[in-house]
């Protein structure tokens, strides 16, 4: 697989090494594993995907800086 964006490296990580922290929190030091964030960025898009967002489409995102909001 050629990694060209941040899903490709997301999904490439969780198939290599998915135990390996993907995020780690600077605050507490709590983690999630990169088959973690594969899971949840699949839910996600689902999600998405459910309320009529395809490709091609833009959405914005605003929120605090957190690790919470990419789990």
Same mark, same amino acid.
Do not use: K
């Given at each position: 697989? $050629?990694?060209? $964006?941040?899903?490709d490296v997301v999904? $490439?990580? &969780?198939?290599?090494?998915? /135990? ?6 600077? /605050? ?6 990169? &088959? /973690?964030?594969?899971?949840? $960025?699949?839910r996600i898009? &689902? ?25």
């Open positions: 697989m $050629t990694i060209r $964006t941040l899903p999904r $490439t990580f &969780a198939q290599e090494r998915p /135990d390996h922290p993907g995020i780690i929190c600077g /605050d507490t030091g709590r983690s999630w594993s990169y &088959a /973690d964030l594969d899971r949840d $960025t699949d898009a &689902a999600g998405l995907a459910a309320l009529g967002v395809g490709t091609g489409n833009r959405i914005g995102f605003l929120a605090r800086n957190a690790p919470e909001y990419f789990h």
